[in-house]
T-cell receptor, first 110, second 115 residues
Framework: EDQVTQSPEALRLQEGESSSLNCSYT??????LFWYRQDPGKGPEFLFT???AGEEKEKERLKATLTKKESFLHITAPKPEDSATYLC???????????FGTGTRLKVLA | NAGVTQTPKFQVLKTGQSMTLQCAQD?????MYWYRQDPGMGLRLIYY???????DKGEVPNGYNVSRLNKREFSLRLESAAPSQTSVYFC??????????????FGSGTRLTVV
């Protein structure tokens, strides 16, 4: 069965303290892996799409990487405004029906 | 630059009542989706429409119906609401033909409580 697992469930960082969020997946055939940011009371906001192992994407303090079994979202020198829930999703079937993980709640303290 | 618009934003229903959640997108996307989000469960697909005129069941379709009214609009109907349908509902759209970036664009959600 296709599955996406995110860890940790929650993470508290001091401002400037870099860290990584993990998304591990078990799917029959990966078509794409996606990262989203979700603020409280809002819909998820698209961040990145990764297609193949070894691929990397960057946006400001965020960098997403992909291996054959997992993806990491690296957060460098985070700021309080980076506090949010980060969601990972995969498109395993090519039918554009994503499978979502349950997310990592990130809190960055000033 | 509206993106995906959902209405209503909040709704309280009594068990057995019916309602329709509305969704419209202005990005000319072919595909549209309805998800529900529950604590600890993540986002789960209810129904999707790959293109105008087509709809298919997702992971949790029971108790719901959908209509793809035209390319812009995709509605979700609860015929007889149950407390188990208390959730946050998100509509999303995408254009899978644009491979470089076919992530979903989500609406802001409808928070539904069934009492």
């Amino acid at each position: 069965e296709d599955q996406v697992t995110q860890s940790p469930e929650a993470l508290r960082l001091q401002e400037g303290e870099s860290s990584s969020l993990n998304c591990s997946y078990t799917v029959s055939g990966l078509r794409g892996l996606f990262w989203y940011r979700q603020d409280p009371g809002k819909g998820p906001e698209f961040l990145f799409t990764l297609y193949s192992a070894g691929e990397e994407k960057e946006k400001e303090r965020l960098k997403a990487t992909l291996t054959k079994k997992e993806s990491f979202l690296h957060i460098t020198a985070p700021k309080p405004e980076d506090s949010a829930t980060y969601l990972c999703a995969v498109d395993a079937s090519g039918t554009y029906k994503y499978i979502f993980g349950t997310g990592t709640r990130l809190k960055v303290l000033a | 630059n509206a993106g995906v618009t959902q209405t209503p934003k909040f709704q309280v229903l009594k068990t057995g009542q019916s309602m329709t959640l509305q969704c419209a997108q202005d990005m000319n996307h072919n595909s549209m989706y309805w998800y529900r989000q529950d604590p600890g469960m993540g986002l789960r697909l209810i129904y999707y429409s790959a293109s105008e005129g087509t709809t298919d069941k997702g992971e949790v379709p029971n108790g719901y119906n959908v209509s793809r009214l035209n390319k812009r609009e995709f509605s979700l109907r609860l015929e007889s609401a149950a407390p188990s349908q208390t959730s946050v509902y998100f509509c999303a759209s995408s254009d899978p033909s644009v491979k470089a970036n076919y992530g979903y664009t989500f609406g802001s959600g409808t928070r539904l409580t069934v009492v």
